[in-house]
């Protein structure tokens, strides 16, 4: 794993408050939603390892606008919760929730407000590599897990993927960049059991040159394409 200096404050750590910033702006311009989008297909792909029923409860750690917390409730959970650094996320899952079957909280990863061994199933799509330190944040999921829990750990951004570290700059917060091997051994280290990895591809057409736009994350067409070859990392472990 990557050192990275987070430095020290409130929040309670200063990376946490630059993430709730960056995600409070990515809320206000509509980013939720095509970030959803993004994610859904490889999303599904780690959701089908799960026979989801009524007695399941479940958590999304970095949830978002709450999109994947609705779908495992429509996949057949019978409670949900998610937890994001950003107000701004928070509110708009609140504005979208099922009913009373999910909950929506501004928490840190690494300090949740829920009791020991409350979730069946916790998930965490795309966020584990903004942490100020992800083997806190394993063992804090640890915790609410319950006996027997799964856990399904999604990244975009990772060092075998190469054409992603350009979103280390492009960002503007602090990352880690984690490895296929640190993944489960960071897992395993937090109390987590049979650690493994798996690549996920998303299995939609990619972009078609023109309609590809350059930004500062995807510099060129062909680095867009690099990262769907290399596809998402995925961890799955058990409690």
Do not use: K
């Not at 750690?61 to 998610?82: H, P």
């Not at 937090?190 to 994350?217: E, I, K, M, N, Y």
Request: charged share 20%.
């Amino acid at each position: 794993m990557t050192a990275v200096d987070f430095g020290t404050g409130p929040f309670p750590h200063p990376v946490e408050a630059g993430a709730a910033a960056l995600f409070d702006d990515w809320a206000a311009a509509g980013r939720d939603r095509s970030m959803a989008d993004g994610h859904r297909d490889v999303t599904g792909q780690l959701l089908d390892n799960w026979a989801l029923d009524a007695a399941h409860h479940v958590l999304d750690v970095g949830c978002g606008n709450g999109w994947a917390v609705r779908w495992m409730l429509a996949r057949g959970a019978g409670a949900g919760a998610g937890v994001d650094v950003s107000a701004a996320m928070i509110a708009r899952a609140q504005g979208l929730r099922d009913g009373g079957r999910c909950h929506f909280r501004v928490a840190s990863a690494a300090s949740l407000p829920f009791a020991e061994g409350a979730f069946s199933h916790i998930l965490s799509v795309e966020s584990l590599y903004y942490y100020p330190d992800p083997a806190a944040a394993l063992a804090e999921w640890a915790r609410v897990a319950a006996p027997g829990a799964r856990l399904g750990v999604i990244v975009d951004l990772y060092r075998e993927s190469p054409a992603t570290h350009a979103w280390i700059g492009a960002l503007g917060v602090p990352v880690h960049l984690l490895s296929e091997a640190d993944l489960p051994a960071l897992a395993t280290a937090a109390g987590w059991t049979r650690a493994t990895t798996v690549r996920l591809r998303d299995r939609r057409p990619p972009t078609p040159p023109a309609d590809f736009a350059p930004s500062p994350f995807w510099p060129d067409y062909g680095t867009y394409l690099s990262h769907r070859e290399h596809g998402s990392l995925a961890l799955l472990a058990s409690r």
